[in-house]
């Protein structure tokens, strides 16, 4: 398992996504299998991958680095690629994960000791 930073890109109209896994492959195939059968979360990039086709999208990997990293790294990378939907990009607000052994569970830092939604 290689965990990093990786970037799904738009060719066509240069839209990109920067995410983060503690397994990388694993986590590529969730987001294209999700887009394959119109079920992705990201709407935008849904849209686009309807619009555009599977040729239109790349998967490049950023950075490996240790999974105590990860946030800091996405971040990052985030604030390079100008990621964000507000710089056109496919990111939403970002916010840290929270790793456990059970599960992955994203919090709000500003929302300490409310339950994330699942």
Same mark, same amino acid.
């Given at each position: 398992m ?7 890109k738009? %060719? %066509?109209?240069?839209?990109?996504? %920067? ?13 294209? *299998? ?5 079920? $992705? ?20 990997? !950023? *950075? ?5 990293? !990860? ?5 990052k990378?985030?604030?390079? !690629?100008?990621?964000?939907?507000? *710089? ?13 052994? %059970?599960? $992955? ?5 500003? $929302? ?7």
């Open positions: 290689a965990a990093g930073i990786y970037c799904i738009n %060719v %066509v109209n240069g839209r990109v996504y %920067v995410g983060q896994s503690s397994d990388l492959f694993r986590r590529r195939k969730q987001h294209f *299998e999700a887009l394959k059968h119109g079920e $992705h979360r990201n709407k935008p990039m849904q849209m686009d991958w309807n619009r555009y086709g599977s040729r239109a999208f790349t998967w490049e990997l !950023l *950075e490996n680095c240790d999974i105590d990293q !990860l946030n800091d790294k996405e971040q990378w985030i604030k390079k !690629l100008h990621s964000r939907r507000s *710089e056109g990009g496919y990111n939403g607000d970002w916010c840290p994960y929270e790793r456990t052994k %059970v599960k $992955h569970k994203k919090w709000k830092a500003n $929302h300490k000791g409310i339950k994330p939604k699942f």
